[in-house]
């Protein structure tokens, strides 16, 4: 667990993530990271969880419709 101190950046409010959370984040200077309301809380990831619903959408497709993404590809 890191506490970490919400300060002035700019007109806007930041905060300074330790060299350790970017690690396992593994992000780095200029990437995004998304922020996402859960039941307990917020989740900080460095995954986009929209494109995770869409790969799922996909998957569920994929099979069935295997010669028109085919197709489609071209």
Known sequence: ???????????????????EALQKLRVKEGDNVFVTETPSGVHLSA????????????R??????????HELAK
């Open 1 to 19: 667990m890191y506490t970490l101190k919400i300060r002035r950046v700019g007109n806007s409010l930041g905060v300074t993530l330790p060299k």
């Open 60 to 69: 569920k497709v994929s099979t069935k419709y295997r010669n028109a993404l």
């Open 47 to 58: 995954c986009n969880p929209d494109f995770e619903k869409a790969m799922e959408a996909y």
